[in-house]
């Protein structure tokens, strides 16, 4: 009977809550027209009270209070004393973390048709939609921070390509393709081999038309773009947080000697044009003149070799990780697999070469025929790279927030797959981890993002019951420090009490 | 004393003897408010005399309108011609469909998306079937084109249309993309002040006389006036995201003021960054949903409690518009019944657009010296059942039904 009408009262909570917003919205400026233009200055402090608080990179905090000042966290502890005036959310028997990061998260945030790959001059800030209906649902599991594709990634082989205006002379994969020079090529074959149907894509020989078919339209060879986007629902400001966090490659590009020969000769270029870059900058300070050296790679190639971000490329099968191991570390790059089903044969040689992870717990994959013992995937490769040490973070079985098909897949239950990694063996600590600061270290923002900590973005979820438990909802999610998500509200997940 | 008059509104004889309508409830949408019982005499299409005790010259031709409601005419602040392009003959005319029907006017397709069209110049008023508007009870109305364009002010004549301003306002059309919000940004930006401002057209003469002031194109003048806030830049907006954008591209420009064309839910999920002081609203009159859910709202409603100015456009809300010829205000009668004032929804539909496209002064409420346009209701405007009798523009009739 209680229970019952607690779940009728909060029907009529959520039902008022919901029904009352417009009329408490407008009633503000109607009740005092003067008192908006003449607001002070001063800044709004949030304080979440009374939760019980993973920080993630310190230890537990029961019955602690957090507060937030300008979108940061500017205390968090037990005798936190909230100040006069400040916005308090009670968060008695709630968990309190800090929002998740996902590091692969298909196009969303990102207006449909605006921004297309083949505009150059598009800027991605022109294109974000702050009411995309997808970052309600990120935020509805508790993703507050996601890498987002923007650009798929295509296939470039052996096509020349422009990079910032500056031509790419290698014939190399992942760089988009030079218009003018393809229009050339097509013409001198259709000279020499009359009309045809395309080039090969491998030798760039025409391919003769058996029988007349319609000539399909060439497709672009692009390199795969991802920005890091905040859920800030509602809010333009803070939603782009950064314009390249990996290098993305399709592990075709380095496959075979002339691959791997061609990417050791991109980053020999990137190197070269870094020094040349240093002492021109010489040349200049001292006051003479030089013309500037020509940029050779693209700036994702650059930032490669600068160590500012990790190569992501997706690598399973034990020969196709130690190639990628042996690369990045001869040549001196951040690296971070994706895939990685076979990661737990050899983590050593992972953390060794300080290669990180991004996999899926849930995914299977059968052993080969006679290599039963050493390939495949394994439920327990969770235990064995959190006890060697090879830092990991985890995505879905697919890089959608969809609404469509079978449910548990997408990222909307991203934090399964946390709670199947501590089913394989890994601390609850370093599952958490996997959802927060392991990614944000991979996308370069462990100092804003991932753990609740003072100085940080105020980025935390209130949840009710523990993150990994599949029973758990988001209650709030707040980002950048504002109340981007209640659960009571947007009402894309169920809202009832237990 | 029981004269009936046949009214031959085109008629050159009865265009210099004053018309005098009695018995009538007014709402003016003036400080005088509603007048029961009272006279409007008109002369020379406007109106020479408004109130109760109005004395009706013995000449006058006389309309008794006992039972009926008058109110000035529609002012449809934003109605959508589309340019579309001829691609059989490129360069020598092109094609608009208005309201569904296809017609051809001289003059060459837009080059590109972001090109400039002087409405004035490029529209052929004798072509556009203007039935609707009409009966819709329209009588002035901003003549616009989706992408980058200057708007022409028409009042419909019994039989066409005529121009009441060719150099209306600016217009652009912003999507979620860089180009458009470039040329909202660059136009905003004061000349001299950065790269790229909005280049001269090439009609502007480049080699000016010595200390003569350089050529100022027709488009820089108007993005000048808006930046000077002289004159309001009209903003088509195509979802709730481009609101935000256009938003932040303005912030430096204070004086600037913007009229957003957006649907009612995109301006609700919106709202929080919209000030009032700066951003007028023209949206369609209809109840809509709140974002991402199945509840219904009032948007008007909830932009009058914000006091955030709005004005509705009947043809914006295309399918209600068509469906409602003769009884145009069922759809804001509705928002009236459901919460939104009275005097707010005749303001939006008069007053508001008036101002927005600069005839205020002219037309929007019933006033000494303003025109003459005025519509005749069997009812009250917002009586569920009210149908338009009669529609005068200038004093003279242009639709019966």
Known sequence: MKTKT?????????????????????????????????????????????????????????????????????????????????????????????????????????????????????????????????????????????????????????????????????????????????????????????????????????????????????????????????????????????ESAFLDMTPGSMSGALGQYSWREQIAKAKKYLLDQASHEKVIASGKKEQPPRKPVSDEVLRLVKREIPLRIAANTVSDIRDQINLSKELGYKLVLTGAAEAWVIPEELAEAGTEVVYTPRRRRAPRFGEEQTSGTWIEMSRVLEKTGVPFALTALSNAMSLDGIAGRDLSSLPLEAAFAVRGGASEKTALAALTITPAKMLGLEKRIGSIEVGKDADILLLDGSPLDYRTYVETAIVNGRVAYKRAEVRILPVYSK | MFLVFAILAENQCFAQRSLAIRNAKIETVSKAGVIEDGVILVRDGKIEAIGKDVKIPLAAQVIDAKGKTIMPGIVDPYYVVTVGRDAQSAGETRTIVVRGQTITVPGGPPSSSTSFTKLSDSIDLDNIDWKAATRSGITTLQLVVSGYAQSVIVQPTAKSAQIVNPDGKLLVSVTNSTPSLELLRNGLRAPGSGPGGPRPTAGATPGATPGATPPVSPTQKLWTEVREGKSSLFVNLNNAATILHCVAATKESKQAKLVFIVSGSDLFEASSDLDPKSHVAILPPRIDFVPNTRDRINIPKFLSEKEMPFAFSLSLGQNEFRAQLDTPLFAVSSLVHNGLGRQRALEALTMMPAKLIGVDGEVGSLEVGKKANFLILDGDPFAATTSIQRVFVEGKQIYEN
């Open chain 1, 6 to 242: 607690a779940t009728f009262f909060g029907f009529l909570i959520a039902f008022f809550n919901v029904s009352a917003l417009p009329a408490q919205d407008a009633a503000k400026p109607t009740a005092k027209p003067a008192e908006p233009s003449k607001k002070p200055p001063t800044k709004e402090i949030l304080a979440i009270v009374g939760g019980d608080i993973i920080t993630v990179t310190r230890e537990r905090i029961r019955g602690g209070t957090i507060l937030i000042e300008g979108g940061k966290i500017t205390a968090v502890g037990q005798d936190v004393k909230v100040p006069e005036g400040a916005t308090k959310i009670d968060a008695v028997g709630k968990t309190v973390t800090p929002g998740f990061v996902a590091v692969d998260v298909g196009r969303m945030g990102l207006a449909t048709g605006g921004g297309s790959s083949s505009d150059r001059n598009a800027k991605v800030f022109d294109t974000l939609d702050p009411f995309d209906r997808n970052l309600s649902l990120g935020l509805g599991i508790g993703i507050t921070t996601a890498c987002v594709e923007i650009r798929a990634g295509g296939f470039g082989f052996g096509r020349r390509g422009v990079s910032d205006g500056f031509p790419i002379t290698e014939r190399f994969l992942g760089f988009d393709p030079d218009l003018e020079e393809n229009d050339a090529i097509v013409e001198t074959a259709q000279r020499d081999y009359g009309p045809f149907i395309s080039l090969c894509k491998c030798c760039g020989l025409p391919i003769i038309p058996t029988e007349p078919i319609e000539n399909t339209p060439e497709a672009p060879a692009t390199q795969q773009k991802s920005v890091v986007l905040k859920m800030s629902y509602g809010k333009l400001e803070g939603m782009l947080v950064s």
